[in-house]
C-alpha cells in the first residue's frame, strides 16, 4: 500500500528501539544489562495511585475538557507560580498525553514550510522530527563537551536567520544530564529578545537536580521573554509516571487555543483517572521527589567514576535528569571481531554483543562521538553493567 508522502518521514524512537531490542534479547534468554531506559524504575508514589483509584471508585472515567480538567490546570498554575515564579491563568494552560504531545501539538501550531527551528545538539531524540513533521527544517546547533553542551549565546545569535522561527532548551538535558545556570540563561534571553525569535523550554527534567542547585528556565530568570516562549513540562520524570501520560504547555493564549484545538482532533481530553492522578501528584508533599533524587545522585556518583576509570572513556559528571553521555572517542580505532570501531553505532554493538550491556549511540542524539547510558536502573545494574564494560574493553585489541 503506498503511504503519504508525511509517513515517509517519520522514523521511530532510537531510545524506544534499543529498549524493545534489549528487552527481545533477554526475552530469549540473554542476560542483558540495560542501560536504555529514558524512565525512572521507581514506582509511582502511593498517594498518586490512590488519587487515581479514587477517581475510577468515583466513576470519573469519561470525557472531560479537551486541554484539561480545571482542577489540574488549578495546580499546574500553582505549581508554576511556586515553583518558577511565573503567572498563567487557565487559557494559557493545555494539558496533553505526555510532555511529547504537548510538544508536538505546540510544533504543528507554530511551525510551517521554511521556518527554521534551532535544536541544540546533543539533543532529545524527538525534536528535530517533531520540526520535519510540522514541515519545518531542524537548524542543529552544536555544542562542545568543554562548554558543558550548553549553548553560547554568539553562537545563538550566528544561527538566527531571517526564518528562525524558534529555540529549543532543554534543561536539564536529555541526553547530557547538563542545566543551565541563571547567568547562562539570561544571556540567552537577550539573544532571544534582540532576535525576536520564539523559544520552547522543555523543563521536564526541573525536578532532577544534583548537589543543591536551583532550577532555572529562562522565562523565570527573564520575564520580558513570557509572551514569545512556551514552557512544556510534565509528571512523567518527577513523580516517576511515565505510564499516566500527562503532561503540559503554559504559553501565548492563542497558541494554547490553537494546540488544545489541533488536540480536540486528535487525542480528545487526556485519560480523565490520570489527570485526577497528576491533581494528587503536583498539589502534594514533594518529598516524595527529593528521595528520589538522593538515590539518583548516588548512582550518578558511581556510574560516572566507573566509567573514568575505563581506559578510552571520559565522562562529565552531569548536574540533573538521570543519564551519564561519555565520550568514546578513546574506543575508536580499537579492534573488535576484525572489525575497527570508528563510531558510537560500532561501540553500542560491541557493548551488547561482547558485553551484554545495552546503551544507546550518541548519534540519535546528533552527536556520535558519545554514548548515552540511563542510571534509571538499581545499583546492583549499574556495578554489574560496569564491571562487563570495563572487561570487554580490556579484551579489544
Ligand atoms: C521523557 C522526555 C519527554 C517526554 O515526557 P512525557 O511527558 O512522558 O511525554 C520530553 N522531553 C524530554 C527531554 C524527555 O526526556
Known sequence: M??????????????????????????AG??????GAGEP??????????????????????????????????????????????????????VSCGAKHSLYNVAQVLFG?????????????????????????????PTEEKDGFKVRPEALRKAVTAKTKALILNSPSNPTGSAYTEAELKALAEVVLATGILVITDDIYEKILYDERKF??????????????????GVSKAYAMTGWRIGYAAGPREVIKAATDLQSQNTSNPTSIAQKASVAALNGDPSVVDAMVVEFQKRRDVIAAGLNAVPGVSCRLPEGAFYVFPNVEGLFGRAWRGKTLGSSTDVTEFLLEEANVAVVPGIAFGDDRFIRLSYATSMKNIEEGLRRFAKAVASLG
Do not use: C
Open 2 to 27: 503506498k503511504l503519504s508522502p508525511r509517513a515517509t518521514l517519520i522514523k521511530p524512537s532510537p531510545t524506544l528501539a534499543v529498549t524493545a531490542k534489549a528487552a527481545a534479547l533477554k526475552a
Open 30 to 35: 540473554r542476560d542483558i544489562v540495560g542501560f
Open 41 to 94: 524504575d521507581f514506582d509511582t508514589p502511593e498517594h498518586i495511585k490512590q488519587a487515581a483509584v479514587e477517581a475510577i471508585r468515583a466513576g470519573f472515567t469519561k470525557y472531560t475538557p479537551v486541554g484539561g480538567i480545571d482542577d489540574l490546570k488549578d495546580a499546574i498554575i500553582a505549581k508554576l507560580i511556586r515553583d518558577n515564579g511565573l503567572a498563567y491563568g487557565r487559557p494559557e494552560i493545555m
Open 113 to 141: 514550510d521554511g521556518d527554521e527551528v534551532i535544536v541544540p545538539a546533543p539533543y532529545w531524540v524527538s525534536y528535530p522530527d517533531l520540526v520535519v513533521l510540522a514541515g519545518g527544517t531542524p537548524v542543529i546547533l
Open 216 to 233: 532555572a528556565n529562562i522565562v523565570s530568570v527573564d520575564g520580558r521573554l513570557k509572551d514569545q516562549a512556551i514552557v512544556v513540562n
